[in-house]
């Protein structure tokens, strides 16, 4: 089992920028990559980053340039985001998936950004 604790989240102006953290407890060495994803009012969730084995990441097109995933030895993960827009609102998700697929949620962190 693995446990999932987002933090960082807030109210922004649009330009600015916030860091959020997942810390992950438990059975960390089984998990093969992290992400992040987000929600926005009334749309499904949606990927925004991952992060494999610590060292390669891939990002969702709405946010490359501006935000950056990141992994540190002590089992958490951070997404650095810049020149947050309005549209970037939402709850971010941090996630997890073992070597076996497991699938690992957070409980989610709300973002909010005023324009």
């Known amino acids: 089992q693995v446990q999932l604790v987002e933090s960082g989240g807030g109210l922004v102006q649009a330009g600015g920028s916030l860091r959020l953290s997942c810390a992950a407890s438990?059975?960390?060495?089984?998990?093969?990559?992290r992400a992040w994803y987000r929600q926005a009012p009334g749309k499904v969730r949606e990927w925004v980053a991952t992060?494999?084995?610590?060292?390669?990441t891939a990002y969702a097109d709405a946010v490359k340039g501006r935000f950056t995933i990141s992994r540190d030895n002590a089992d958490t993960v951070y997404l650095q985001m810049n020149s947050l827009k309005p549209e970037d609102a939402g709850v971010y998700y941090c996630?997890?998936?073992?070597?076996?697929?497991?699938?690992?949620w957070g409980q989610g962190t709300q973002v909010t950004v005023s324009s």
């Open positions: 438990g059975s960390t060495s089984e998990i093969d990559a």
């Open positions: 996630y997890a998936r073992s070597v076996t697929g497991r699938e690992y």
């Open positions: 992060i494999v084995r610590g060292t390669s």
